[in-house]
């Protein structure tokens, strides 16, 4: 019986690091569609906006703002 509380507890603990490492990766970016064209913007560890992997040189927030102001829907 041991060993069952035992694995089952491995196992739980195992899924909730495996997940929470994926929670915070994508809780840092949106998706942003715009005329049919869809970009997914992140924030950088520096605050800035990230863009196909490139940095825009841009704060995160007004990044984002600045492209929904221009018409994109992001989520």
């Known amino acids: 019986m041991k060993k069952i509380i035992l694995a089952v507890a491995l196992l ?39 863009v196909g992997g490139q940095d825009s040189e841009m704060g995160y927030d007004d990044y984002v703002d600045l492209i929904e102001s221009a018409g994109a829907d992001c989520k």
């Open 12 to 50: 739980a603990g195992m899924t909730f690091v495996a997940c929470s490492n994926d929670d915070d990766k994508n809780g840092n970016c949106v998706t942003c569609k715009v005329q049919g064209q869809s970009a997914e913007i992140c924030k950088g560890d520096n605050g800035n906006a990230f």
